[in-house]
């Protein structure tokens, strides 16, 4: 199966890249993160405590939730804005660490996976759990200074707070016992701090033309 999985912290571009390396390959576009964004939505309207892991996860088995390549529907809803606020990512990552709900989304990963035939998938737990076969594995990193850099030209925000709810998500993702954000062993590690977007795409499309051409 064609899979390039790219994973890494919060702000280090793999949206951005992901997209553009889908566009070079071919292959379809799935954003995984947007997936617990839309599950943390429905915690929030529902008033549901996102600490509580049974919850949560009953809500992640029962809603509807579809990403496109530009459009993330909740229940039937185009939420695409409203899975970015900041009140979203104040609980994204409580939510993403229960196990309840890391099983009914990879669940549907991977069944995304395979009606696409492959597919460039970004997260943070792809090439390690959710597709440890994909023939080529992407951690994409950059200094935390970048990342809130980044994160600020694009939405705006104090760049103080901007860099502390990125490093109060990193820790939370990195620190979980399930499916924990760490490089897998056979990954590539591509620090994109001091480079283009352009460098980085070019860096990963030649990874995965050696891979797939053998
Ligand atoms: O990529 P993002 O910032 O939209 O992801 C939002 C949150 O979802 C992130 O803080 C952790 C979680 N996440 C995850 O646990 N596993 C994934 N495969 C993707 C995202």
Same mark, same amino acid.
């Given at each position: 199966?064609?899979?390039i999985?790219i ?8 949206s951005?890249?992901a997209r553009q390396v889908s566009t070079?390959?071919?292959l379809r576009y799935l954003d ?35 990403i496109g390549r ?6 039937? &809803? @185009? ?11 104040? &609980?994204?990552? &409580? &939510? ?20 696409q035939?492959?597919g460039v998938v970004e ?8 597709? *440890? #076969? ?9 200094? *935390? ?22 490093? #109060? ?10 499916? *924990?954000?760490? *490089? ?13 977007? #352009? #460098? ?11 891979? @797939?051409?053998?």
């Amino acid at each position: 199966m064609r899979v390039i999985a790219i994973d890494g912290p919060a702000g280090a571009g793999k949206s951005t890249v992901a997209r553009q390396v889908s566009t070079a390959t071919g292959l379809r576009y799935l954003d995984t993160g947007a997936m617990y964004r839309c599950v943390a939505l429905a915690v929030q309207q529902s008033s549901t405590d996102a600490h509580d892991a049974e919850a949560v996860g009953k809500i992640a088995r029962e809603v509807s939730v579809v990403i496109g390549r530009d459009v993330s529907m909740l229940n039937g &809803i @185009d939420v695409s804005t409203e899975i970015r606020s900041s009140e979203i990512n104040g &609980i994204v990552s &409580i &939510i993403a660490a229960h196990t309840p709900v890391r099983d009914a989304m990879r669940e549907q990963q991977r069944s995304w996976i395979r009606d696409q035939q492959g597919g460039v998938v970004e997260g943070r737990d792809i090439g390690t759990v959710v597709f *440890p #076969e994909a023939i080529l594995k992407v951690f994409l990193t950059a200094s *935390p200074e970048v990342r809130a850099e980044r994160r600020v030209g694009q939405s705006g925000g104090d760049i103080q707070a901007v860099a502390s709810s990125i490093a #109060e998500r990193d820790h939370l993702d990195s620190t979980r016992l399930d499916s *924990p954000l760490k *490089p897998s062993n056979d990954s590539v590690v591509v620090d994109s701090s001091n480079k283009t977007i #352009e #460098e980085v795409v070019a860096e990963i499309v030649a990874h995965f033309e050696s891979v @797939d051409h053998g």
